[in-house]
């Protein structure tokens, strides 16, 4: 049955995808549109106070990094067209536009239903989508059932083939089109199906080295909900093509499930409410199930999962998003199907309907809360997968920060030095600075709270190459080693930190919060003495505690 619902392979002989509509610089859409999108215009003055856009990165050996914007985006977004949400492409994109969104990608579930009929129809909407939202940067997607694990987004430019990749890829290694779902340790297939999770993102790669699509990226999507995706796994998708699997979601959607009184009171920020189940590995811990400040542990423990395959001294970033299926305290209903129609034979389910009566729900509008922002040279689709693959990516919660500028620089040097996912070559010994240049709230978040960044934490880690144990999930060497405390500080201002090299490479990687709500980290208080920490269930507002992350700067000592 499998084989038979498998597309025809394309021809390896066909020419690369057309170019990227808008890959111009931001002086050439001036020219074309007249003017930015207001959410990209007030996006990259209030995320980037750099002067304007130059050219790519410089071989200098202490890093020379291009000015950048930033641009806010969210990679997880579902419609009509899966099985489980409810709104419109109109809807979601307008949602988008008001909350300041720059870009965003529409991820289906994949099923039968969507790749039978579903993911064509949806294509005609993102085209439309895209011509009534100029300003904003509409991608087209799939939350992927990986074999033997969870989900993925994976996304692709726009281009001729866009879609059929898409389709091509969901028939041919989907786990649940394929039944390929099983990754227990018990499990006979385990190994089967993990293979076919990593043939799946090279056969991505080769799509984007043949040219048959410009450029296509993976995510690993809410990691810890389910503790299925092992850390061997997650190694295993990153290795099988760097350039694809970029990394996962530091943060998952449904950030709204644990507002007090609303959805229940076993309700966990992140819809993080599971146990332990024969699919998961087993050497998890029971509190690795839980998010921390609204973060997945995996990123949250300093020294925990994501410390440990940065330790190892490759770029694996971490983002935020929506996931947006309900909206809590909207109103809408799904409509009602017509006599013999299902989403199986049809691959979208039917217009909502507003009830004018708040609905269950656990998601927050794309942009309302969560907000990836990823720094470009040049304005366009091409451009924001660039940014993202380079690791240049900061994320917040709450509309915690307009903007948040790093640059880790040699003291004798005068250049810009190198920033969010960049390497920086040292001696050992020399003296660096790293400069945070932190641009606080100016205006109140959508909740109306007017947020108050309250510290600033440099957690560095030492750098000490491939772990024997691909299951290795502990970094004991990173900790945080400063804090700076900025309450009150507004307006933007510069941290100037001072490092220095040792005999070892390291990385360094920032985090901060409102200060609400924060206690010993996982991993204890000698490695992180006032990290997020899990709410009570049931208890969870999510704007009443909010934290940023950024991706980490990489400094490779000459001889280590």
Not at 79 to 105: C, N, P, R
């Amino acid at each position: 049955m499998t084989e038979q619902r498998l597309p025809a392979w394309a021809d390896p002989s066909v020419s690369p995808a057309a170019l990227d509509p808008q890959g111009v610089s931001r002086r050439g859409l001036l020219r074309r549109a007249g003017l930015f999108g207001a959410a990209f215009a007030l996006g990259s003055a209030a995320t980037s106070r750099t002067p304007a856009l130059a050219a790519g990165d410089s071989a200098r050996p202490g890093g020379e990094d291009p000015h950048l914007a930033y641009v806010v985006g969210d990679h997880h977004i579902h419609s009509v067209y899966s099985h489980d949400a409810k709104y419109t492409f109109s809807q979601l994109a307008a949602k988008g536009a008001e909350y300041g969104l720059d870009w965003m990608v529409f991820t289906e579930h994949s099923n039968f239903g969507h790749a039978d009929f579903g993911a064509a129809m949806e294509h005609g909407e993102i085209l439309k989508a895209r011509a009534q939202n100029p300003r904003q940067l509409i991608f087209q997607g799939l939350e992927w059932y990986i074999p033997a694990a969870e989900h993925c987004t994976v996304f692709t430019a726009p281009g001729p083939h866009e879609v059929d990749v898409l389709t091509r890829f969901e028939s041919a290694y989907d786990g649940k089109l394929l039944a390929y779902d099983k990754g227990g340790p018990a499990d006979a297939d385990t190994a089967r199906n993990e293979a076919h999770a990593v043939e799946a993102i090279k056969w991505l790669a080769r799509q984007r080295r043949s040219g048959y699509v410009d450029d296509v990226l993976v995510l690993a999507n809410h990691p810890m909900r389910l503790g299925i995706d092992s850390p061997h796994e997650m190694r295993a998708w990153r290795d099988a093509a760097p350039e694809i699997m970029i990394g996962m979601e530091g943060a998952p959607g449904a950030q709204g499930a644990a507002i007090p009184g609303w959805r229940g009171a076993t309700s966990v920020r992140g819809e993080y409410e599971n146990k332990p189940s024969a699919q998961s590995w087993p050497g998890y811990p029971a509190d690795a199930y839980l998010t921390y400040g609204g973060f997945d542990w995996a990123t949250a423990t300093v020294g925990g999962l994501w410390d440990s395959m940065l330790a190892e001294g490759r770029l694996f970033s971490v983002t935020t998003n929506s996931d947006a299926h309900r909206i809590v305290f909207d109103t809408w209903r799904n409509g009602d199907w017509q006599p013999g129609q299902t989403f199986d034979n049809t691959g979208k389910l039917p217009d909502p309907v507003n009830t004018g009566t708040p609905q269950p729900g656990s998601d927050f509008w794309p942009g309302q809360f969560s907000r990836t922002h990823v720094g470009v040279t040049r304005y366009g689709y091409r451009a924001v997968m660039a940014g993202m693959r380079a690791g240049r990516v900061w994320l917040d919660h709450g509309h915690l920060l307009d903007g948040l500028d790093v640059r880790l620089t040699r003291d004798h040097d005068r250049g810009r030095g190198v920033t969010l996912g960049g390497r920086l070559r040292v001696r050992k010994g020399e003296r660096l600075t790293l400069n945070v240049t932190v641009t606080t709230a100016s205006r109140p978040n959508p909740q109306g709270i007017l947020p108050g960044l309250a510290h600033v934490d440099v957690i560095r880690g030492a750098v000490r190459g491939p772990v024997a144990d691909r299951d290795a999930w502990q970094a004991p060497d990173t900790r945080v080693v400063r804090t700076e405390d900025v309450s009150g500080r507004k307006g933007t201002y510069t941290l100037r930190v001072p490092l220095t090299a040792g005999a070892e490479s390291f990385y360094v990687r920032l985090r901060g919060s409102d200060g609400n709500r924060n206690g010993a980290g996982y991993l204890g208080a000698s490695a992180d003495p006032h990290g997020p920490v899990p709410h009570a269930p049931g208890d969870g507002d999510p704007w009443a505690d909010t934290w940023f992350y950024s991706n980490p700067v990489f400094v490779d000592v000459e001889g280590s």
